[in-house]
Every structure is written in structure tokens, then in C-alpha cells.
């Protein structure tokens, strides 16, 4: 059965929860309320005692990344705070759940989409997928690739420029593991093959894989407080009339 949530789509498959970003005339591009959604569904998957969880997109991309109107209408930095302690607790239930999360990129990943595929413990492609945290760009920063960039500075190349790179980049830099025609396929095997072991276990090694929760919520709210300044506002002002 799928359950409809405000801009996703939940469904259990085996031992997984797939959730679909379901906004696709924006690129499934992530506002407040998807942000909120994705992490009402972590808890879902929880409270069902399920082995994994698989992210995709609907359409073609995975996700565009936040929602440059929805972050232009921040007006004052309580509104600012109030919209990016969404994206902190979305993030932070990722990086604390026990649960295994994979990512089935089916389109373009940019920003906040491509910085869920970082928290992830699989993430498999389609051929043609493109890759970017392209933050800097709009006067803001890649607040999970910053933490990443920490341990592996191949990242910094790409968080301080914000290029684009493709599906070879990125298994190269170990973003992807695989690349398919169905990446969905790929997301399930894999949290199938996860749930074959018993549940303490690998709920207790994954736990301890991240212990990234203080220094997300800190970036993300240096993310808040970059959104409001001049120089991000005229940034999001050009992107939006282009």
C-alpha cells in the first residue's frame, strides 16, 4: 500500500521503506514540507521495525536540491532558523538511525539531494545521472559535504567551486557503488541482503558509523545564517529570474 505524505510517497517493499520525493515539476526540488515528510518517515520505518530505507526521486531527477523560493522568502534569521531546523532534524534522523538507508538515483542530485547520498550507506545510479553541491555559487555552504571534505579532500574541489560532475566522479569518489538501469532493484537487494543479519547486530554498527548529529546541526545553522545576507538574497534573486 502506498501512503501519500505532503510531496512523498511511502511503501513498504520487504524489509524496506521506499520513499519517492514526489515534486517532480520542480525537480523534486525540497521545501519545508518535503523536508519534514522524508523525516516523519524515518520514524515510520522505525516504528515498524523495518531493516532499511530506500530515497528516489519521481520524474527526472532525484532531487534539484533546496528550494531556492522557498529559502528566498526568508525573510529575518528566525524565519531562516525555523525553515533549516527542518533540514538539520531530516538530516541528523539519517545520520542516527539504525536503520540502513540507501539512495536509488534516478535523475540529477544537486545540493541537499546529493548531500543525502553522502549520509547514506548505499547509494546505486542511472547511467546518465548528474552530481553537484553547487551552494557556494548562491553565497551559501555544502553543509554535509563540509564534514565529509574533513575526511576526504577530494570533495573540496567540488564544494568550493560547485561544478557539476558525472556518475564516473562520483564512484570515484565513493558517492556511488553502483550504477544500473534500476537503481530501485539495486536500493532493495541491498537492504535485503542487510536484514539477513540479526537485527542488534547491525543496528549497533550502523549507530556507530556516523555520530555526525552536533556537527550537522552546526552547519546547517551556519547554513541559516548565510541565507539571510545580502550577498545569498541578490544570489537567489539572479537564480530565480533566469
Not at 15 to 31: D, H, I, S
Not at 145 to 173: H, M, S, W
Request: proline residues 4%; contains cysteine; hydrophobic residues 45%.
Amino acid at each position: 500500500m502506498v501512503i501519500v505524505l505532503p510531496l512523498i510517497e511511502i511503501k513498504e517493499e520487504g524489509p524496506a521503506m521506499v520513499v519517492r520525493m514526489n515534486r517532480p515539476e520542480k525537480l523534486n526540488a525540497l521545501n519545508g514540507e518535503m523536508w519534514a515528510s522524508m523525516a516523519d518517515a524515518v520514524s515510520r520505518a522505525e516504528e515498524r521495525g523495518l531493516a532499511g530505507m530506500v530515497f528516489t526521486g519521481t520524474g527526472r531527477a532525484f532531487s534539484a536540491g533546496d528550494d531556492i523560493s522557498s529559502m528566498y522568502g526568508l525573510d529575518s534569521e528566525e524565519k531562516s532558523v525555523a525553515f533549516f531546523s527542518l533540514i538539520s532534524t531530516f538530516f541528523r534522523r539519517i545520520a542516527s538511525t539504525p536503520l540502513a538507508v540507501a539512495c536509488a538515483v534516478n535523475g540529477l542530485a544537486y545540493g541537499g539531494g546529493c548531500e543525502m547520498l553522502l549520509l547514506s550507506d548505499f547509494n546505486s545510479s542511472v547511467p546518465g545521472a548528474r552530481f553537484a553541491l553547487p551552494e557556494v555559487k548562491i553565497g551559501l555552504i555544502s553543509p554535509i559535504g563540509c564534514i565529509f571534505a574533513g575526511q576526504d579532500r577530494r570533495l573540496r574541489k567540488y564544494i568550493l567551486t560547485g561544478r557539476e560532475f558525472g556518475v564516473e566522479e562520483a564512484q570515484g569518489l565513493g558517492i556511488i557503488d553502483s550504477v544500473s538501469s534500476d537503481p530501485l532493484a539495486e536500493c532493495l537487494s541491498f537492504v535485503s541482503a542487510v536484514s539477513g543479519s540479526p537485527a542488534p547486530g547491525r543496528r549497533s554498527a550502523r549507530s556507530r558509523f556516523m555520530g555526525l548529529q552536533d556537527a550537522v546541526h552546526r552547519n546547517v545553522m551556519e547554513l541559516a545564517r548565510l541565507s539571510v545576507s545580502g550577498e545569498a538574497k541578490a544570489a537567489f534573486r539572479a537564480f530565480l529570474e533566469r
